[in-house]
């Protein structure tokens, strides 16, 4: 593996112009798995709250849910911890540790746990002093961090950005533990928050993040509901110019959790979730409970072909091509001169309404000259079939819900 360190150095020694990327060979297509923040938080009453507390027992019956209901099969195979994992002091050797009553075996037997069914480990730490909950941070640690997460058999590094004392040391240790975590020799994804924090403090260089960071997030956490949805979704669109170029394999931009099969999203909102996070590029990283999920959400999480649309070789990040009456088009330019198209109603009042999808406002790479197949995929699967290459096919959007279209 070439790492960032060694990367720069060969940069710096021949004076190449540009930037080397993080170059770990991971996250060629956008991360999949499961994350336990938006649904489990930070519980640790594990005796009141014995099967929705942070423990290895949650982590165990999820990773056993993974694979025998179909989300491994379907992609979905990083397992990952976030805060509240960790015991409130290090060790006596400044080692991390989990906390002992939850994670009564620690991380490494959890890991085997995961891997043993063909799944990989995440875990949560922070940049700062202390973790976004008020757990130790990796603050002067970085590298003993990094290579204890190595040991443990960890596969992906989400780095949270809460308790930094300054911009400059916050930058530094997102560029330490990235060079840190390469050191270690072993492939560990490496997830920030890098922009999400300094964006407040000053213009976020994405050339630079995308160098050092496998994924990224932008912006607040998302909650389970649509006003959070929408807030993403229209940050996502409004920063586009800048967010969009700094895509591609090996560096997402995290428009965070999936958080289908929850309790605020209608079925309508749930299809524009799946939807704008497979035209978006973005990890898919569920946060439901998979013991406990409906039949439909699940359907919607597993769609193939909508998966497909996300994980596109192509690596290209969807973007919003038009916003007029209450209707939003967003593209997503597909490998071998395809397309993916979604159309959103935003009107939230009345049924469904009708919007004219017209080839001459989309991408004008499309390969198709003469005939153009169209493939309706969400919410239901409807082949449209053959059009020529002026197509203008009327679709019918509900409030708040998405059509989503494949253009071959
Ligand atoms: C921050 C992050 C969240 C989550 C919490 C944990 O708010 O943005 O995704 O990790 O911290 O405390």
């Known amino acids: 593996m070439l790492g960032v360190w060694w990367a720069l150095a060969a940069g710096a020694l021949l004076c190449l112009p540009g930037a080397p990327g993080l170059n770990n060979g991971l996250a060629l297509s956008p991360p999949m798995g499961w994350l336990h923040w938006e649904r489990f938080m930070c519980e640790t009453d594990c005796e009141k709250n014995p099967s929705s507390c942070i423990s290895e027992q949650l982590f165990m019956q999820m990773a056993d849910m993974m694979v025998s209901n179909g989300w491994l099969k379907a992609g979905y195979k990083y397992l990952c911890i976030d805060d509240c994992w960790l015991a409130t002091e290090r060790d006596d050797n400044n080692r991390l540790q989990a906390d002992p009553t939850r994670f009564p075996g620690g991380i490494k037997k959890l890991a085997d746990y995961v891997h043993a069914r063909g799944l990989l480990l995440g875990i949560y730490q922070d940049v700062g002093k202390q973790t976004c909950a008020g757990y130790p941070g990796s603050l002067g640690f970085y590298e003993l961090d990094a290579q204890t997460f190595a040991d443990w058999g960890v596969d992906l590094l989400k780095f949270d950005g809460c308790n930094y004392e300054s911009l400059e040391q916050l930058e530094d240790g997102y560029r330490r533990m990235s060079i840190a975590l390469n050191h270690t020799g072993r492939h560990i994804l490496y997830s920030c928050e890098w922009p999400l924090y300094a964006r407040h403090l000053s213009k976020v260089n994405y050339t630079e993040v995308a160098e050092y960071c496998n994924s990224w997030r932008n912006f607040d956490d998302i909650q389970d509901s649509w006003t959070s949805l929408k807030y993403v979704i229209d940050f996502t669109a409004a920063f586009q110019d800048q967010l969009v170029p700094a895509a591609g394999p090996g560096a997402w931009n995290d428009p965070d959790m999936l958080v289908i099969g929850n309790f605020g999203l209608s079925w309508a909102q749930e299809v524009t979730q799946m939807a704008l996070w497979s035209i978006m590029a973005a990890p898919l990283l569920m946060s439901n409970d998979l013991r406990n999920i409906n039949p439909r959400s699940q359907a919607l999480l597993q769609n193939q072909e909508v998966i497909a649309i996300n994980q596109d070789s192509l690596g290209a990040q969807g973007y919003r091509v038009l916003k007029a009456n209450s209707f939003e088009l967003w593209e997503k330019p ?62 019918s959007v509900n409030p708040s819900s998405t059509v989503l279209v494949r253009v071959d």
């Open 334 to 395: 597909l490998a071998g001169g395809s397309l993916a198209v979604s159309v959103t109603n935003r009107q939230e009042i009345g049924g469904a309404r009708e919007f004219l999808l017209s080839r001459s406002d989309l991408w004008k790479g499309l390969a198709c000259k003469e005939k153009c197949y169209l493939t309706q995929l969400l919410p239901t699967r409807y082949e449209y079939g053959s059009f020529n290459a002026s197509f203008c096919l009327p679709l």
